[in-house]
Nanobody, 124 residues
Framework: QVQLVESGGGLVQAGGSLRLSCAAS????????MGWFRQAPGKEREFVAA????????YYADSVKGQFTISRDNAKNTVYLQMNSLKPEDTAVYYC?????????????????WGRGTQVTVSS
């Protein structure tokens, strides 16, 4: 069982930056692949980024490649999402999620554990 709590969201102007954090409970954090997803009003939840157990491999949605960076600190049981050059279309609730396997990491259904999300609002 893993409990996830996101933080770091807020209101930012276009072009600004935010760093989201996701703190995980439990002593097996390093055995989970971690993902970030987002859901804008009226839209389906979509994949943003994922990182493997050690942090040595990561993958990004095309829409955020070069703009967002996912990282993790297994000693702190925390995964991060650094978001730069934010645009109004990045406005959404951002969720972190955990699963034990690397396969299908870009799909919502593949994840076993979810946080409650943190709101990111980018004003123009």
């Amino acid at each position: 069982q893993v409990q996830l709590v996101e933080s770091g969201g807020g209101l930012v102007q276009a072009g600004g930056s935010l760093r989201l954090s996701c703190a995980a409970s439990g002593r097996t954090f390093s055995s989970y692949v971690m993902g970030w997803f987002r859901q804008a009003p009226g839209k389906e939840r979509e994949f943003v980024a994922a990182i493997n157990w050690s942090g040595g491999s990561s993958y990004y949605a095309d829409s955020v490649k070069g703009q967002f960076t996912i990282s993790r600190d297994n000693a702190k049981n925390t995964v991060y999402l650094q978001m730069n050059s934010l645009k109004p279309e990045d406005t959404a609730v951002y969720y972190c999620a955990a699963r034990p396997d690397w396969s299908n990491f870009q799909f919502v259904y593949a994840y076993d554990y979810w946080g409650r999300g943190t709101q990111v609002t980018v004003s123009s």
